[in-house]
């Protein structure tokens, strides 16, 4: 999962902080999630990314474009997402989070676990905000909000989902029995490496995969052609749509999609209504019965029947140019005599569109 922790750019003046911030970010990469924080070198921050990275973890930083200008970004972390103010990276940050944990730190670190706490009052947000009580650190907050409930201001119900953790077993016990109700409830995912699962993406090309577009309605097509790769040092996957195809429209107008990947093979009910039937004549949803998954930073939802999940905004694409495709290619694929919007179309050119993979993970 993508764990998004607040703190401090300042060492602060117990070396147990130091401590606890490395060996909070230890376990963060060991155990396979990934790290959401502010982006910054130094102080606690630049400690935490650091033991992340060196723990073999990935580490996403959103840092407000005048940080970036100021020279604060921790130039070695996996990913950095450049934000025009304050108040868009908070909002970035609740975006990628699966859990939020504020370490303890000052007013900025107030300002962002409060925004978190308030959204999971709300019932905005659906995920474990943890208030890392190193010391007794956090006692005073934890009187505060204890206060508001005598006063009648607050409850226990909109308080349910704020904890306090004194240690990182505490953190990790949390996490876990989260991790546990929300695979009750259906809504687990597990974030991966997408390296680590090249070889069942590759592999499950060939029988088909889905693309999934969500414009005018949520639309699937099966694709055979793809890559995983690397483009601009960023984790890309590019896919060919025939110019045809009612995908296309959708992909121009929204510049993101999900890829869905079977994990236990296909299922012949998807694979011939996304990969034989056109989304201008049915709604595939219905037709092929599809089970869909809210997706986690874009707006185009995954397929539960097939888990292995790629969200991708699409970084670039490019039409085919007829004339530089091998002549025996070109006649086989593309002789000209099925009309575009056919589903076994052969008239239309194909255009490559690559997507930036922005998440991915397994849904449970
Ligand atoms: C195994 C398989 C692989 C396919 N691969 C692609 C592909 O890579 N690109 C493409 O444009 N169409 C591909 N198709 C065809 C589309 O899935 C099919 O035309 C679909 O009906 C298009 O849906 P849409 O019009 O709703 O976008 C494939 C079909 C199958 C069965």
Redesign the pocket.
């Known amino acids: 999962m993508n764990i998004t922790v607040y703190l401090g750019a300042n060492p602060g003046s117990d070396p147990a902080l130091e401590r606890a911030a490395r060996e909070l970010g230890g376990w963060i990469g060991e155990s396979g999630h990934a790290l959401v924080y502010g982006g910054s070198k130094s102080g606690l921050m630049g400690l935490l990314a650091e033991s992340v990275l060196r723990a073999g973890g990935e580490v996403t930083g959103v840092e407000p474009r005048f940080f970036v200008d100021a020279g604060f970004v921790y130039d070695a972390i996996t990913r950095l997402i450049v934000t025009e103010d304050m108040a868009q990276r908070k909002a970035k940050m609740i975006e990628l989070g699966d859990a939020f944990i504020a370490f303890p730190g000052g007013t900025g670190t107030l300002e962002e676990i409060a925004e978190v706490m308030s959204k999971a009052s709300l019932g905005h947000l659906d995920a474990p905000c943890i208030l890392y009580n190193l010391n007794g650190y956090y006692d005073g907050l934890k009187a505060q909000l204890a206060h508001m409930i005598e006063m009648g201001l607050s409850s226990p119900e909109k308080q349910a989902g704020i904890c306090f953790a004194d240690s990182l077993d505490g953190i990790r016990e949390i996490l876990r029995t989260s991790d546990s109700h929300r695979r009750e409830n259906g809504t687990m995912k597990q974030t991966i490496r997408v390296n680590e699962y090249a070889n069942q993406i590759v592999s499950a090309l ?3 995969v889905l693309l999934n577009t969500n414009g005018d309605k949520f ?1 699937a ?6 890559h995983l790769g690397t483009l601009w040092s960023r984790p890309t996957f590019h ?4 110019q045809g ?4 429209g959708q992909l121009d107008r929204t510049g993101e999609f999900t890829v869905s990947i079977p994990l236990d093979g296909v299922d012949p009910v998807i ?1 011939r209504v ?7 004549n049915i709604d ?1 949803v219905r037709e092929a019965g599809l089970a869909l998954e809210d997706a986690r930073t874009i707006g185009t939802p995954g397929v539960r029947q097939y888990p292995l999940t790629l969200e991708c905004r699409v970084l670039y694409a490019q039409d085919q140019d007829l004339s530089r495709i091998p002549e025996d290619i070109r006649a086989r694929m593309y002789p000209q005599d099925v009309p575009g ?1 056919a ?3 052969n008239r239309d050119c ?1 255009t490559m569109y690559v997507g930036e993979i922005v998440d991915a993970y397994i849904i449970g």
């Open positions: 060939p029988k088909g639309n097509m099966v694709i055979g052609w793809g896919v060919y749509v025939r195809r009612y995908t296309k694979n996304c990969g034989g039937q056109s989304g201008f595939k919007t589903p076994l179309a194909h």
